[in-house]
């Protein structure tokens, strides 16, 4: 079986801008913005990378863990299976 492979990335780069007027509100201590990220915006955007791929016939999803954490990094591998008839379901 041949297997050819191409790497595609989709950087995303979290920002939080915070006004000089509120650098002292209690309601911004920590990292509250990237715990919203981190449950609540991450998430769903997986998600809807493994529904859309699912939605074509042949092509598969899985995540591959790289020994990277979660929080910086989620690779998804990609795959398009063709079988040996040609019928390419």
Not at 8 to 36: H, K, M, T
Not at 47 to 74: K, L, T
């Amino acid at each position: 079986m041949e297997r050819r492979e191409k790497t595609f990335n989709l950087r995303l780069s979290l920002v939080a801008e915070i006004p000089d007027a509120r650098i002292d509100d209690d309601a911004l201590e920590g990292e509250a913005w990237l715990d919203e990220w981190e449950t609540a915006i991450k998430p769903g955007l997986v998600r809807a990378v493994f529904a859309h791929v699912r939605g074509f016939p042949g092509w598969e999803a899985r995540i591959r863990n790289r020994g990277i954490p979660a929080s910086d990094e989620i690779e998804i591998v990609v795959t398009r299976r063709f079988d040996a008839a040609g019928t390419d379901a």
